[in-house]
């Protein structure tokens, strides 16, 4: 103890509580902008975000909360596929008896099974949803190009998970889905075969397989959407948030701010090193008033000093926003997971194939192709669309139209998407209901 | 620290023994680096695999009487006897994979609606190319082996 303490150690202990709370969190709720600014700032957590978002970026009916879906299901899907992994055994002779343990024996294995299931199916959905906001806005547009490319590799790589992860149970769906999918990978070009043969391991579905996409399933792809929804998610702050409109930055006259952009920089960068020191709670006035280190960030956003004040701070407007996406993303699953189970068929026999046999229904819109030409829809076509994809905001170089649904000047660009969409879902649609036995025609009704 | 040094002097600098150094030991360095990648991949590529063997017996010919059509499921072929001529077909789906049924016809795949005559053309459907005929012999013990790493020509019998 230290000797010139003459307050009783009990006395200086009191604050333990406290002092431990104020060491991890280092603001107390904020009550002023300050505040607010600093408590976003120093949270290892909430300083993904800026500290003042625009509010056009908050608009639910612009984004619709696609992204934020996309990636609540995705955190949904990590915290049930981890729990699942310890009760799965990547065997042909164990894993089916594994399924049928999580409905028989484990407490809430089915539950788990069905949110695991439906947010996989939600993800695919949300994700390629997101897609169609983005392009609809024309939020691709420059600097926004290479933000779009994520996208389109993460879409993949979501579809790439479920796939893998459709083979686990090792009953018939799966065993037959991954057979005809595998199959349509031999029809790549050149190294068709070869890819084939490393998916599975072997030169047909079997244990190496399972094995295989376990991996893939549980290690390999969520790390590396992982590692690029980060990317993903850094890029929209340094190309300058979310997009919107020219009009929403537009210089008013009359503004609130009046300093020039170098001095407002300047201004902001003190501010930041100024922080630390200033009391809780005081407002800093007039032009000094801008927290945070925008004014050093290089990039569309830096307009500091010259545009009005379109922005309100993140905590609390952003935040709230994306804790009530997470609360109904969380909210939608369990409901649907409460109400429906994910269906498990048959175990694998290799000697009969279901008839017909389908894949998983994003992927029947590809095995309608497939029934024309394996070639040509199995590979052909999807790279084209995917290429085209990849190289959209590199081919579309016309300005404008930014920021707004469906506007007039990406008329052309727009109808073009929506058609291409539309004939991709029209082709889901036959494949899951029109669909019957050797792949005829039947109706559904 | 930026002066006009590197536009001009970098591209005549002298090729000194220690700049050698620097360009061996970066090359080096990558090449090890892309041997770690090329190992890595050859790594994946499995030298045996766990499935069933290609080269298999199937029994004896009188086993087979004349006019059978017998499919050996799990062996993923069908055996064929006409007379003294026999012959084993593939019955997975040149398409993509599925296992094709007998049919009056001939074969129907199940998944996307293929359809195969009694040799194995293919007479509907997506499939690309006729079901595989695979090589028959007669080992020593007397019993028929089936090759299917080696196709033959469809319409060739073997004699019994």
Not at chain 1, 314 to 323: D, G, K, Q, R, V
Not at chain 1, 346 to 363: R, T
């Amino acid at each position: 103890m230290n000797n010139h303490t003459t307050t009783s150690p009990w006395k200086t202990r009191a604050g333990l509580p406290e002092n431990v709370w104020r060491s991890i969190f280092r603001n107390p709720l904020p009550v002023s902008d300050l505040g607010r600014a600093s408590t976003t700032f120093t949270n290892f957590f909430l300083h993904l975000h800026p500290v003042k978002v625009h509010r056009h970026s908050l608009r639910a009916t612009y984004t619709w909360g696609l992204g934020l879906i996309s990636f609540f299901l995705f955190l949904i899907l990590t915290v049930s596929g981890i729990l699942l992994m310890f009760y799965y055994v990547p065997s042909t002779t164990q894993a089916y008896d594994r399924m049928l343990d999580l409905r028989g024996t484990v407490a809430f294995g089915v539950f788990l099974r069905n949110m695991h299931r439906w947010a996989a199916h939600g993800m695919v959905a949300a994700v390629f949803l997101h897609l169609c906001r983005v392009f609809l806005t024309g939020a691709y547009k420059p600097p926004r190009e290479f933000n779009w490319v994520l996208g389109v590799v993460l879409f993949l790589l979501t579809m790439f998970a479920s796939f893998t992860g459709y083979l686990l149970p090792w009953d018939q769906l799966a065993f037959w889905a991954i057979t005809v999918g595998t199959s349509i990978a031999g029809y790549a070009p050149v190294f068709g075969k070869e890819i084939r043969f490393l998916l599975l391991g072997d030169s047909n579905v079997g244990q190496e397989a399972l094995l295989r996409f376990y991996v893939l399933h549980v290690a390999v792809l969520p790390v590396l959407i992982s590692l690029l929804v980060a990317i993903h998610f850094w890029r929209i702050r340094k190309d300058g948030g979310l997009s919107r409109p020219p009009e929403e930055d537009e210089f008013v006259p009359d503004g609130i701010l009046k300093a020039s952009p170098a001095l407002a920089a300047e201004a902001s960068a003190a501010v930041v090193a100024q922080q630390p020191a200033r009391a809780e709670g005081g407002e800093l006035p007039g032009e000094q008033r801008r927290y945070g280190i925008q004014g050093l960030v290089k990039g569309p956003i830096t307009k500091a000093g010259n545009v009005p004040d379109r922005s309100v701070f993140s905590w609390p407007n952003l935040f709230m926003a994306e804790l009530v996406v997470f609360l109904v993303t969380v909210a939608g699953v369990l409901l649907v997971s409460v109400f429906f189970n994910a269906p498990l068929e048959e175990p694998v026999n290799i000697m009969h194939p279901p008839n017909p046999a389908k894949a998983p229904w994003y992927f029947l819109g590809l095995q309608e192709m497939v029934s024309y030409s394996a070639f040509w829809g199995g590979v052909g076509i999807p790279s084209i669309e995917v290429l085209l994809l990849l190289l959209l905001p590199y081919l579309d170089r016309k300005p404008g139209g930014v920021g707004r649904w469906f506007s007039r000047e990406r008329l052309l660009a727009n109808s073009l998407f929506l058609t291409f969409v539309v004939l991709n879902i029209g082709l889901i649609v036959i494949g899951t209901f029109f669909r019957g036995p050797n792949w005829e025609f039947v109706s559904p009704w | 620290m930026l002066k006009k040094k590197d536009s001009n002097e970098d591209q005549a600098q002298p090729l000194t023994p220690r700049r050698v150094l620097a360009w061996l030991s970066g090359f080096s360095l990558c090449g090890s680096a892309i041997i770690t990648v090329f190992s890595n991949f050859t790594f994946i590529k499995p030298r045996a695999t766990y499935g069933q063997p290609n080269r298999f017996s199937i029994g004896r010919p009188e086993d087979y009487p004349t006019g059978a059509r017998i499919a050996l499921e799990g062996r993923r072929i069908c055996i064929v006897r006409e007379g003294d001529q026999m012959a084993a077909i593939s019955t997975t789906c040149t398409h993509l994979g599925c296992i094709v049924s007998s049919s009056e016809t001939g074969f129907a795949c199940p998944c996307h609606g293929s359809r195969y005559d009694q040799d194995g053309n293919v007479t509907a459907g997506p499939a690309p190319k006729a079901l595989p005929w695979y090589r028959l012999s007669l080992a020593p013990n007397g019993e028929l082996e089936v090759d299917k790493d080696n196709e033959i020509e469809v319409g060739t019998y073997f004699k019994v």
